[in-house]
């Protein structure tokens, strides 16, 4: 199974920071990386998708960015409903695999 | 816009068989060209694929669950289907089943709001 690994677990930021979470694969998936916010009690959310495509009706102070097995969601000016956990995914190949979370807290 | 709804026991003992359905509105099941996928979440723990199935019936499973996991479509009712056979503790969690393209490329895109599972005596 091809593993993911996020960093940090967790982050402390303030309103209008520049925030970077990264997630690295454990052998090359090419593009095939998936970023999604989670709000408590409510389903994932696609954020990203290919690595640097953003879904339809997502913010555009969302980004992602890499290729093979290093990839980066960057958040360029945080906004109050932003706090949440991120989870990269990888669909190269099943089963696909989640990172284990970046939880953004407010400072 | 299509929307993905989740059912299911609610409670269930130990040994049980899980069954979970997922209705799918707003488009046929069975036009495009689609996975759609089971994933949970156990409390205030990350997420973990259980395994998808194809539109057109080929299915794929998350190695550690694929002794116990049936993933099925019913085109009839729009409906997918989920189940676990020989249920633990370890098997409580919120399911969600989910939509990505048949390509891979897009990403779990469609969601359902997910329902919770807990296994208890």
């Known amino acids: 199974d091809i593993q993911m690994t996020q960093s940090p677990s967790s982050l402390s930021a303030s309103v209008g920071d520049r925030v970077t979470i990264t997630c690295r694969a454990s052998?090359?998936?090419?593009?095939?990386l998936h970023w999604y916010q989670q709000k408590p009690g409510k389903a994932p959310k696609l954020l990203i998708y290919?690595?640097?495509s953003l879904q339809s009706g997502v913010p555009s102070r969302f980004s992602g960015s890499g290729s093979g097995t290093d990839f980066t969601l960057t958040i360029s000016s945080l906004q109050p409903e932003d706090f949440a956990t991120y989870y990269c995914?990888?669909?190269?190949?099943?089963?696909?695999?989640f990172g284990q979370g970046t939880k953004l807290e407010i400072k | 816009q299509v929307q993905l709804q989740e059912s299911g026991p609610g409670l269930m003992k130990p040994s049980q068989t899980l069954s979970l359905t997922c209705t799918v509105s707003?488009?046929?099941?069975?036009?495009?060209?689609?996975?759609w996928s089971w994933i949970r979440q156990p409390a205030g723990k990350g997420l973990e694929w259980i395994g998808r199935?194809?539109?057109?019936?080929?299915?794929n499973f998350n190695p550690s669950l694929k002794s116990r996991v049936t993933i099925s479509v019913d085109t009839s009712k729009n409906q997918l289907s989920l189940k676990l056979s020989s249920v633990t503790a370890a098997d409580s969690a919120v399911y969600y089943c989910?939509?990505?393209?048949?390509?891979?490329?897009?990403?779990?895109?469609?969601w359902g709001q997910g329902t919770t599972v807990t296994v208890s005596s």
């Open positions: 989910a939509r990505c393209d048949y390509y891979d490329s897009s990403g779990l895109d469609v």
């Open positions: 707003g488009d046929s099941i069975s036009s495009g060209s689609y996975y």
């Open positions: 199935i194809y539109t057109r019936g080929a299915t």
């Open positions: 052998q090359s998936i090419s593009t095939y």
């Open positions: 290919s690595a640097s």
């Open positions: 995914q990888q669909s190269y190949s099943t089963p696909y695999i």
